[in-house]
T-cell receptor, first 113, second 116 residues
Framework: GAGVSQTPSNKVTEKGKYVELRCDPI?????LYWYRQSLGQGPEFLIY????????DSGLPNDRFFAVRPEGSVSTLKIQRTERGDSAVYLC???????????FGPGTRLTVT | AQTVTQSQPEMSVQEAETVTLSCTYD???????LFWYKQPPSRQMILVIR??????QNATENRFSVNFQKAAKSFSLKISDSQLGDTAMYFC?????????????FGTGTRLTIIP
C-alpha cells in the first residue's frame, strides 16, 4: 500500500511569511508525529496526534507553530511569521495506536530566505 | 527524559567489509525500545532494526545485527558484508511506551560511506 506522503517536497519562503506543510499518513494509522530535522542533526519531536486531537505538543518551539488533523487522517503543520531559524526538513511519521514502529514520509525541506 | 548519543559523526568502510556503529543512551524507564534508522539522500527514514529492552537476545535482520548491552546502556549496529546501497546517515533512536505516544528521541547520526 501507499506509504506516508508529504507535500510540498521543497518550500522556499521569505522571512515573515506563512507556510503550510501537509502530511498524508498510511491508511488506518491513528497515530501521527511531526519532527523537525535541522542541518547535521537528528530529528526532534514536535507534536503527536492520536486521532484528531493533539495529545502531546510539547515539542513545538513557540506559538508560531501550530498543527491540525481535523478528520484524523491528513495533518497540516502551520508556521506563522517564518524566521530563518525555521529552515529545516520537517518529517512526518505515522503508526498504529500503541505501535512502536513509525513509518516516515520523505519530508518537506523548508528554506526561509 | 531520554538521551541518545552517537559519537561517530562519520565512518567509511570498504565494500564487503563489516562495520560497527556505536550508540549509547540514557533513560529512567524500565521498558523501552531502541531503533536504528537509515536515512539515504532521499531523506526518507527507513527502519533498519528494533530492539525491545526486556529481550536479552540481540535483534538480527539479515546483514544487520545489534549488540545490546543493557547495563552499559549501549546499542551498537553491526553491518556485515557491507554494500554500496548501505551508504547513508544512520540514526540511533529510543522510545518508551506511553499510552500510545511513542515519540522518538534521536541521536545526531553517523554518516556511513561504503567505498567500492
Amino acid at each position: 500500500g501507499a506509504g506516508v506522503s508529504q507535500t510540498p517536497s521543497n518550500k522556499v519562503t521569505e522571512k515573515g511569511k506563512y507556510v503550510e506543510l501537509r502530511c498524508d499518513p498510511i491508511s488506518g494509522h491513528t497515530a501521527l508525529y511531526w519532527y523537525r530535522q535541522s542541518l547535521g542533526q537528528g530529528p526532534e519531536f514536535l507534536i503527536y496526534f492520536q486521532g484528531t486531537g493533539a495529545a502531546d505538543d510539547s515539542g513545538l518551539p513557540n506559538d508560531r507553530f501550530f498543527a491540525v488533523r481535523p478528520e484524523g487522517s491528513v495533518s497540516t503543520l502551520k508556521i506563522q511569521r517564518t524566521e530563518r531559524g525555521d529552515s529545516a526538513v520537517y518529517l512526518c511519521a505515522s503508526s498504529l495506536k500503541g505501535g512502536t514502529v513509525q513509518y516516515f514520509g520523505p519530508g518537506t525541506r523548508l528554506t526561509v530566505t | 527524559a531520554q538521551t541518545v548519543t552517537q559519537s561517530q559523526p562519520e565512518m567509511s568502510v570498504q565494500e564487503a567489509e563489516t562495520v560497527t556503529l556505536s550508540c549509547t543512551y540514557d533513560t529512567s524507564e524500565n521498558n523501552y525500545y531502541l531503533f536504528w534508522y537509515k536515512q539515504p539522500p532521499s531523506r526518507q527514514m527507513i527502519l533498519v532494526i528494533r530492539q525491545e529492552a526486556y529481550k536479552q537476545q540481540n535483534a538480527t535482520e539479515n546483514r544487520f545485527s545489534v549488540n545490546f548491552q543493557k547495563a552499559a546502556k549501549s546499542f551498537s549496529l553491526k553491518i556485515s558484508d557491507s554494500q554500496l546501497g548501505d551508504t547513508a546517515m544512520y540514526f540511533c533512536a529510543s522510545t518508551h511506551p506511553n499510552f500510545g505516544n511513542e515519540k522518538l528521541t534521536f541521536g545526531t547520526g553517523t554518516r556511513l560511506t561504503i567505498i567500492p
